[in-house]
C-alpha cells in the first residue's frame, strides 16, 4: 500500500516556465512533508518542507503548497532552469512513538528544456 | 558544518557475503535512519537509530540489522547477501526531536553478484 504517491513518473518543461509537481498522500497522521531532489547516484538533497499547520512555504524560486482535506501536495518551480533537472521526491512523515521516519513517493524525473 | 558522510561509495560482493555500511551524521545530529533505493521500490525506510537505540524498523528481513555509537556514528550490516539487495544505501541524519528535516549523505552502491 503506497502512502505517498506521485502520480507522474516524467515531467518536462521549457526553460522559464513553471513546473508543478504533484504528490498525494493517504495516511492522515502526517504531519510534516518534504521535497527533495536527487541527481543519479547521490543522495537526495533536501529542498523545501511544509508543516501540517500551513498551506504553503516559499523559498526563492520553490514554492510547496499543502492542501490537507484532498491530501495533496504539489511544489512549484518558476521560473524553472535546466539545472533543475534532476528526479523529485516527495517525502512524508508523522513523529510517532518519539519516532519518526520519512516515507517517500517514487519519484517525478523534471527535464528542463533550453 | 560538514555534511553526512558514507563509507565505502561503491561495494561489490556475492551471494551468500556480509557487508556492513558506515554512517557518520552532521555533527550535533543523534538520529540516524538508513534507507534503501532501487529502481522499482523507490526509496525505502530500513530502520532509524537514536541514542544508540533502534527506535523504528522498516519491513526488511532480519538479514538487516544495525547499530549506532555513543558519537552517532552508525553502521549497517547485511547479512546472506541476496542478488535483490543490490541497491542504493542512502543514510539520514537530523537532531532526533520531531519533525524534521533529515539530511543525506551520498549513499553507498552496492552490487551483489
Known amino acids: 500500500d503506497q502512502q505517498v504517491k506521485q502520480n507522474s513518473p516524467s515531467l518536462s518543461v521549457q526553460e522559464g516556465r513553471i513546473s508543478i509537481l504533484n504528490c498525494d498522500y493517504t495516511?492522515?497522521?502526517?504531519?510534516?512533508f518534504l521535497w527533495y531532489k536527487k541527481y543519479p547516484a547521490e543522495g537526495p538533497t533536501f529542498l523545501i518542507s511544509?508543516?501540517?499547520?500551513?498551506d504553503k512555504n516559499e523559498d526563492g524560486r520553490f514554492t510547496v503548497f499543502l492542501n490537507k482535506s484532498a491530501k495533496h501536495l504539489s511544489l512549484h518551480i518558476v521560473p524553472s532552469q535546466p539545472g533543475d533537472s534532476a528526479v523529485y521526491f516527495c517525502?512524508?512523515?508523522?513523529?510517532?512513538?518519539?519516532?519518526?521516519?520519512?516515507?517517500f513517493g517514487k519519484g517525478t524525473k523534471l527535464t528542463v528544456n533550453p | 558544518k560538514a555534511g553526512v558522510t558514507q563509507t565505502p561509495r561503491y561495494l561489490i560482493k556475492t551471494r551468500g557475503q556480509q557487508v556492513t555500511l558506515s554512517c557518520s551524521p552532521i555533527?550535533?545530529?543523534?538520529?540516524v535512519s538508513w534507507y534503501q533505493q532501487t529502481p522499482g521500490q523507490g526509496l525505502q525506510f530500513l530502520f532509524e537509530?537514536?541514542?544508540?537505540?533502534?527506535?523504528n524498523k522498516g519491513n526488511f528481513p532480519g538479514r538487516f540489522s544495525g547499530r549506532q555509537f555513543s558519537n552517532s556514528r552508525s553502521e549497517m550490516n547485511v547479512s546472506t547477501l541476496e542478488l535483490g539487495d543490490s541497491a542504493l544505501y542512502l543514510c539520514?541524519?537530523?537532531?532526533?526531536?520531531?519533525?524534521?528535516?533529515?539530511?543525506f549523505g551520498p549513499g553507498t552502491r552496492l552490487l551483489v553478484l
Open positions: 539520514a541524519s537530523s537532531l532526533g526531536q520531531g519533525a524534521e528535516t533529515q539530511y
Open positions: 495516511n492522515s497522521m502526517f504531519d510534516y
Open positions: 511544509i508543516s501540517s499547520i500551513k
Open positions: 517525502a512524508a512523515s508523522a513523529y510517532q512513538g518519539g519516532s519518526e521516519k520519512l516515507v
Open positions: 555533527s550535533g545530529h543523534r538520529s
Open positions: 537509530y537514536f541514542s544508540e537505540t533502534q527506535r
